[in-house]
Nanobody
Protein backbone atom coordinates (compact mmCIF):
# COMPACT_ATOMS: atom_id res chain seq x y z
CA UNK A 1 0.00 0.00 0.00
CA UNK A 2 1.28 3.45 -0.94
CA UNK A 3 -0.30 6.76 -0.05
CA UNK A 4 0.61 9.89 -1.99
CA UNK A 5 0.12 13.55 -1.18
CA UNK A 6 0.99 16.42 -3.49
CA UNK A 7 2.01 19.89 -2.35
CA UNK A 8 3.38 23.10 -3.78
CA UNK A 9 0.58 24.15 -6.09
CA UNK A 10 -0.55 27.74 -6.36
CA UNK A 11 -0.91 30.78 -8.53
CA UNK A 12 2.01 31.95 -10.64
CA UNK A 13 2.45 34.38 -13.50
CA UNK A 14 3.30 33.22 -16.98
CA UNK A 15 7.03 32.72 -17.33
CA UNK A 16 7.38 31.87 -13.66
CA UNK A 17 8.40 28.67 -11.92
CA UNK A 18 6.83 26.33 -9.43
CA UNK A 19 8.01 23.26 -7.56
CA UNK A 20 5.58 20.48 -6.74
CA UNK A 21 6.33 17.66 -4.34
CA UNK A 22 4.81 14.23 -3.98
CA UNK A 23 5.30 12.70 -0.55
CA UNK A 24 4.77 8.97 -0.28
CA UNK A 25 4.16 6.69 2.66
CA UNK A 26 4.82 2.97 2.62
CA UNK A 27 7.95 0.91 2.92
CA UNK A 28 7.66 -0.42 -0.64
CA UNK A 29 7.85 2.99 -2.32
CA UNK A 30 11.17 2.18 -3.94
CA UNK A 31 9.44 -0.48 -6.04
CA UNK A 32 7.29 2.11 -7.77
CA UNK A 33 7.80 4.34 -10.74
CA UNK A 34 6.14 7.71 -10.19
CA UNK A 35 4.40 9.84 -12.75
CA UNK A 36 2.88 13.28 -12.77
CA UNK A 37 -0.35 13.86 -14.62
CA UNK A 38 -2.55 16.90 -14.98
CA UNK A 39 -6.17 17.55 -15.71
CA UNK A 40 -7.65 20.82 -16.85
CA UNK A 41 -11.40 21.51 -16.62
CA UNK A 42 -13.27 19.66 -19.34
CA UNK A 43 -10.21 17.75 -20.49
CA UNK A 44 -8.87 14.25 -20.01
CA UNK A 45 -6.11 13.54 -17.56
CA UNK A 46 -2.83 13.79 -19.44
CA UNK A 47 0.65 12.46 -18.81
CA UNK A 48 3.30 15.05 -17.93
CA UNK A 49 6.46 13.33 -16.76
CA UNK A 50 7.60 10.19 -14.94
CA UNK A 51 10.63 8.71 -13.21
CA UNK A 52 11.59 5.07 -12.71
CA UNK A 53 11.74 3.51 -9.27
CA UNK A 54 15.53 3.99 -9.10
CA UNK A 55 15.42 7.53 -10.43
CA UNK A 56 17.85 6.68 -13.21
CA UNK A 57 15.44 7.21 -16.10
CA UNK A 58 12.78 9.77 -16.81
CA UNK A 59 10.06 10.07 -19.42
CA UNK A 60 8.47 13.34 -20.42
CA UNK A 61 5.70 14.61 -22.63
CA UNK A 62 6.18 17.09 -25.43
CA UNK A 63 4.63 19.78 -23.23
CA UNK A 64 7.18 19.12 -20.49
CA UNK A 65 10.31 18.88 -22.61
CA UNK A 66 12.82 21.57 -21.81
CA UNK A 67 10.63 23.11 -19.08
CA UNK A 68 9.82 20.44 -16.48
CA UNK A 69 12.15 18.12 -14.63
CA UNK A 70 11.42 15.27 -12.24
CA UNK A 71 13.59 13.88 -9.50
CA UNK A 72 13.15 11.57 -6.55
CA UNK A 73 14.78 11.01 -3.21
CA UNK A 74 14.10 7.45 -2.10
CA UNK A 75 15.62 8.10 1.31
CA UNK A 76 12.83 10.61 1.95
CA UNK A 77 10.09 9.04 -0.17
CA UNK A 78 9.67 12.26 -2.16
CA UNK A 79 9.33 12.94 -5.86
CA UNK A 80 9.71 16.53 -7.02
CA UNK A 81 8.45 18.22 -10.15
CA UNK A 82 10.25 21.38 -11.11
CA UNK A 83 8.29 23.49 -13.57
CA UNK A 84 9.79 26.50 -15.32
CA UNK A 85 8.64 28.92 -18.01
CA UNK A 86 5.05 28.22 -17.07
CA UNK A 87 2.28 29.05 -19.52
CA UNK A 88 -1.45 29.64 -19.01
CA UNK A 89 -2.10 26.31 -20.76
CA UNK A 90 -0.25 24.58 -17.91
CA UNK A 91 -3.15 25.47 -15.63
CA UNK A 92 -4.60 22.24 -14.24
CA UNK A 93 -4.86 20.02 -11.22
CA UNK A 94 -1.60 18.10 -10.98
CA UNK A 95 -1.56 14.55 -9.66
CA UNK A 96 1.25 12.22 -8.76
CA UNK A 97 0.75 8.50 -9.15
CA UNK A 98 2.70 5.32 -8.44
CA UNK A 99 3.11 2.36 -10.72
CA UNK A 100 4.64 -1.12 -10.60
CA UNK A 101 4.79 -2.59 -14.08
CA UNK A 102 2.86 -1.09 -16.96
CA UNK A 103 3.07 1.82 -19.29
CA UNK A 104 4.16 5.00 -17.52
CA UNK A 105 2.38 7.13 -20.13
CA UNK A 106 -1.07 5.63 -19.46
CA UNK A 107 -2.96 6.75 -16.34
CA UNK A 108 -5.09 3.60 -16.18
CA UNK A 109 -2.01 1.50 -15.39
CA UNK A 110 -1.13 3.35 -12.19
CA UNK A 111 -2.08 1.71 -8.91
CA UNK A 112 -2.05 4.66 -6.53
CA UNK A 113 -2.94 8.34 -6.87
CA UNK A 114 -2.67 11.44 -4.77
CA UNK A 115 -5.60 13.85 -4.34
CA UNK A 116 -4.01 16.48 -6.60
CA UNK A 117 -2.84 20.07 -6.25
CA UNK A 118 -4.07 23.05 -8.25
CA UNK A 119 -1.66 25.00 -10.44
CA UNK A 120 -2.91 28.22 -11.97
CA UNK A 121 -0.82 30.24 -14.40
CA UNK A 122 -2.02 33.76 -15.09
CA UNK A 123 -1.25 35.58 -18.32
Amino acid sequence: QVQLVESGGGLVQAGGSLNLSCAASGRTFTRYAVGWFRQAPGKDREFVIAVTNTGRSTYDSDSAKGRFTISRDNTKNIVDLRMTDLKPEDTAVYYCAALVGGNVYRPETYQYWGPGTQVTVSS
